[in-house]
């Protein structure tokens, strides 16, 4: 019995449909960019990539590897 009431239990609960509109997809700040599609992937062999990355005032990447 104690089983069974849980599920049977009353609750004030009224369900209402509501009609949302479509998304309207990626935009703004997450819409989809083309800006790596030409990225150029350098071959290490066998050695590790740079561990530290930084940007020169005019955009030029500066690399370091501890």
Do not use: C
Not at 36 to 62: M, N, S
């Amino acid at each position: 019995m104690l089983i069974a009431y849980p599920p049977l239990w009353p609750v004030p609960v009224s369900p209402v449909s509501v009609l949302v509109p479509a998304s309207p997809g990626y935009t703004g700040a997450h819409a989809a960019n083309q800006r790596l599609a030409d990225l150029q992937i350098i071959d290490l062999g066998a050695e590790e990539g740079p561990e530290h990355v930084a940007f020169r005032p005019g955009g030029t990447p500066l690399t370091r590897k501890s």
